[in-house]
């Protein structure tokens, strides 16, 4: 596959096991490329282990400034989680909210 669409991945809440794609996401292009892990939801170490060859940021703007960055995916609930989708469509991404 030639193109990728790319996703980065906020993580508000920690979480028990890794968010993986569909198959229907990676048939459709779809590839994670940032990880947040916001409030120390989980350390680097385990982040990258769950997600090899994926960048592991320390500031949502590392995923809301990269122009290849098509998706923001917020994993979890959080109190700011209204505020994290107001950022990520108004720097023109869509959003998926699990």
């Known amino acids: 596959m030639g193109t990728y669409k790319y996703i980065g991945l906020i993580a508000t809440q ?9 198959s229907g996401s990676l048939e459709n292009g779809y590839k ?14 385990l982040a990258e ?3 090899p060859g ?5 500031n949502i703007s590392d995923i809301l400034e990269d122009d290849n960055i098509e998706l923001v ?8 989680q209204v505020e994290l989708i107001r950022q990520a469509t108004e720097a023109g991404k869509f959003v998926r909210v699990i």
């Not at 920690?14 to 569909?22: D, K, N, V």
């Not at 995916?73 to 700011?80: D, F, I, L, P, T």
């Open 73 to 80: 995916v917020v994993a979890g609930k959080s109190e700011n």
């Open 54 to 58: 994926v960048e592991v940021v320390a």
């Open 32 to 45: 994670l490329k940032k990880v947040l892990a916001q409030d120390q939801t989980f350390s680097n170490g």
């Open 49 to 51: 282990s769950w997600y």
């Open 14 to 22: 920690q979480l028990e096991m890794p968010i993986l794609l569909s």
